[in-house]
Nanobody
């Protein structure tokens, strides 16, 4: 059974940092692209970042490029999202998602989400 469990969310002041984690199980982790997707209050889903360890590629939305870094620890089957220079507009529920295979494929599994609130 595939499971994705996020952690690391919380309340942080503007300009601060957080690191989100997503622990995966039930599949061969480094064979598949993994992504972070967020949903701000009252808005739709927004893709944030993806990583495809098989070819060592990372991808970022323009809104987070230069501030967020996605990475994996394949030994721990975990994908991370390091978020720096946080802004109020980064406030959202952040979801970890597994692709069917490639970063551009649809997602077939989602985590439960972790809340990130950026506020003074």
């Amino acid at each position: 059974e595939v499971q994705l469990v996020e952690s690391g969310g919380g309340l942080v002041q503007p300009g601060g940092s957080l690191r989100l984690s997503c622990a995966a199980s039930g599949f061969t982790f480094d064979d598949y692209a993994m992504s972070w997707v967020r949903q701000a209050p009252g808005k739709g889903l927004e893709w944030v970042s993806s990583i495809y360890s098989y070819i060592s590629n990372t991808y970022y939305a323009d809104s987070v490029k230069g501030r967020f870094t996605i990475s994996t620890d394949n030994a721990k089957n975990t994908v991370y999202l390091q978020m720096n220079s946080l802004k109020s507009e980064d406030t959202a529920v952040y979801y970890c998602a597994k692709s069917l295979l490639l970063p551009e494929d649809e997602y077939d599994y989602w985590g439960q989400g972790t809340q990130v609130t950026v506020s003074s």
